[in-house]
């Protein structure tokens, strides 16, 4: 069954990236929400991020497929319009760890152990299906509606599943 635009009432935005935005969104069908992250292809050509798109795609399809795990933003469906490629997300409505470091200045001990532990179990799930994750920051880290971690952005992200591992996406991400 190949998705488009007309099966999600769009709502406002929710996030900004370098090729476009999220938007909170609901399944016509089904009324459930999730998160619609638009790259703009213009935007995309421009900036040459063609392989950075695909890569984010594939990735989500490497983490997302199976079972899924509760410490990674995954992909439920995809699809592309004239003008954007469309990945539909898991919505985490918590916000991520850089807005609340913002907020609050540190975390607790007992925090910092709890969302450290979480992102670990994120990453081995993305290790185990041969994904090294490449952009972990506190914007990448959003928190679910119960304040559990969940990963995002896999733009970065490499498959090393093949017997020599290569890098073939060029890391350029902002350093903290």
Known sequence: MQLTMN???????????GFGEVYGCRKADTGKMYAMKCLDKKRIKMKQGETLALNERIMLSLVSTG????????????????????????????????????????????????????????????????????????????????????ISDLGLACDFSKKKPHASVLVSAFIY
């Open 67 to 150: 079972q899924d795990c509760p410490f990674i933003v995954c992909m439920t469906y995809a699809f592309q319009t004239p003008d954007k490629l469309c990945f539909i997300l898991d919505l985490m409505n918590g916000g991520d760890l850089h807005y609340h470091l913002s907020q609050h200045g540190v975390f607790t001990e007992q925090e910092m152990l709890f969302y450290a532990s979480e992102v670990i179990l994120g990453l081995e799930h993305m290790h185990n299906r041969y994904v090294v994750y490449r952009d972990l920051k506190p914007a990448n880290i959003l928190l679910d509606e119960n304040g559990h971690v969940r």
């Open 7 to 17: 099966d999600f009432s769009v709502h406002r935005i929710i996030g900004r990236g």
